[in-house]
């Protein structure tokens, strides 16, 4: 699935009325299968996974964002309309809307941008890369207007070193080295990663799939 695009899976919507169980924990409500659709969305620095839950019989609407449930609305007789809600001072919408053939479109809004011009145009100005050492999930999102490093969603206060064309940042999470690496070129400022010595690719975000976005 497109970084860009939310995933709409209509078989996974609820054949018989499902009443949510306020007694159950809430990761014992977090069910992946019921979801319709799902956003992975950068802000301030962080990784935002957003979900929705939309039972078109039981009327029940529910939004998750990084596994924790933040809307719930069931037995609604209107099954189309839009639920707002705030990340990190930045105001969200999903909207649903009839689609032809009896089926719903899901929308995501982001200060007043749809989803794709949003992400876009946030594209030019961060760096990510995406690395796994022995089954961890290390996201590593460098700002270029403030020059802030985020590791995974916690800004690190490291201070770059200079050498030869450049600078070099070096921290450390879990026995693992990280080396952040700034370089003057024709073209600008070229940065790269090192993990435990080896050079990572970097991620972008216009390509990136909520497969590479492990759940938090």
Do not use: P, Y
């Given at each position: 699935m497109s970084f860009l695009s939310p995933t709409l899976k209509l078989e996974n919507l609820a054949k018989e009325p499902q009443l949510v169980q306020d007694h159950l924990p809430e990761e014992n409500r977090y069910a992946k299968g019921n979801f319709v659709a799902r956003w992975c969305v950068p802000i301030n620095g962080r990784m935002y996974?957003?979900?929705?839950?939309?039972?078109?019989?039981?009327?029940?609407?529910?939004?998750?964002?990084?596994?924790?449930?933040?809307?719930?609305?069931?037995?609604?007789?209107?099954?189309?309309?839009?639920?707002?809600?705030?990340?990190?001072?930045?105001?969200?919408?999903?909207?649903v809307d009839p689609a032809p053939g009896f089926k719903y479109q899901y929308s995501l809004y982001i200060d007043g941008q749809p989803y794709k011009q949003y992400t876009k145009e946030l594209a030019r100005t961060l760096r990510t890369w995406i690395t796994v050492v022995d089954e961890v999930e290390y996201r590593i999102v460098l700002e270029l207007d403030s020059l802030n490093i985020f590791l995974n969603d916690k800004l690190r206060d490291e201070m770059g070193e200079f050498v030869d064309g450049g600078t070099d940042t070096y921290f450390e999470e879990n026995g693992v080295k990280f080396q952040l690496c700034a370089r003057s070129s024709g073209n600008g400022i070229r940065h790269s990663l090192k993990v435990n010595g080896e050079v990572i690719p970097e991620v972008s975000l216009i390509n990136l799939d909520e497969k590479d976005l492990k759940p938090t």
């Open positions: 996974r957003i979900e929705l839950d939309h039972g078109t019989t039981s009327g029940r609407r529910m939004v998750w964002i990084n596994g924790k449930e933040i809307i719930r609305r069931d037995w609604m007789f209107k099954l189309v309309g839009e639920d707002s809600f705030k990340i990190d001072k930045a105001r969200c919408i999903i909207r």
